[in-house]
């Protein structure tokens, strides 16, 4: 069975601070994928990023960051000079190889103050 | 414009009167699945497709049944809906083969008293 853990259930900041948001996984399998998704007030589900287990290197995309470390199991998301567009519920998570199965944390609510 | 789609939007139903949600996809995805979203705890998975007349079950498939007649349609069914099924409802598509990016539809909100 996979898991994921994201034990901030919600981070306040104001803006142009630097917000970490963690995402721990469990998984059996050596090959996996890990996922961020953005949840705005809206409602939809915007697709951030894909990491694959192979591939340990940071990434870095504007203001966003990963920092995938499998050594802890760790796939931590970085904003950086955080905006009151920020503000969403953000979730980590994990796929099987085939990618039939993908498990969700709990998600993590950013909320971004002027 | 690709896109996923699910209808309703919005649904308030009683107990015990069978429902469907549609959801319907302009991508040529092989793959597609529902998920339920509850507060805190995150989106689960509860049917998912690998192709045409494959489907399985997720980590909640109680109460729940879909159906792949065709590439483009993923149907959920709820056969006697129960109060504990009031949820906000996703499908999403993707490529099969590969753990690839899935796209979402806009999301059903369900209310069953």
């Known amino acids: 069975a996979q898991k994921v853990t994201q034990a901030q259930t919600e981070i306040s900041v104001v803006e142009k601070e630097d917000v970490t948001l963690d995402c721990v996984y469990e998984?059996?399998?050596?090959?996996?994928?890990l996922f961020w998704y953005k949840q705005p007030p809206s409602g939809e589900l915007v697709f951030l990023i894909r990491?694959?287990?192979?591939?340990?290197q940071n990434e870095i995309s504007g203001r966003y960051s990963w920092n995938f470390q499998k050594s802890t199991s760790s796939f931590n998301f970085t904003i950086t000079a955080s905006q009151v567009v920020d503000s969403a519920v953000y979730f980590c998570?994990?796929?099987?190889?085939?990618?039939?199965?993908?498990?969700f944390g709990e998600g993590t609510q950013l909320t971004v103050n002027p | 414009e690709a896109q996923v789609t699910q209808n309703p939007r919005y649904l308030i139903t009683v107990t015990g009167k069978k429902l469907t949600v549609t959801c319907s996809q302009n991508?040529?995805?092989?793959?597609m699945s529902w998920y339920r979203q509850d507060p805190g705890l995150g989106l689960r998975q509860i049917y998912y497709?690998?192709?045409?007349?494959?489907?399985d079950k997720g980590d909640v498939p109680e109460g729940y049944k879909v159906s792949r007649k065709e590439k483009r349609n993923f149907p959920l069914i709820l056969e006697s809906p129960s109060p504990n099924q009031t949820s906000l409802y996703f499908c999403?598509?993707?490529?099969?083969?590969?753990?690839?990016?899935?796209?979402f539809g806009p999301g059903t909100r369900l209310t069953v008293t």
């Open positions: 999403a598509s993707s490529w099969a083969g590969g753990p690839y990016e899935q796209y």
């Open positions: 991508m040529n995805h092989e793959y």
């Open positions: 990491r694959n287990s192979f591939d340990e």
């Open positions: 998984t059996r399998d050596t090959t996996y994928y």
């Open positions: 998570a994990l796929s099987t190889f085939s990618g039939s199965r993908l498990t």
């Open positions: 497709s690998m192709n045409v007349e494959v489907t």
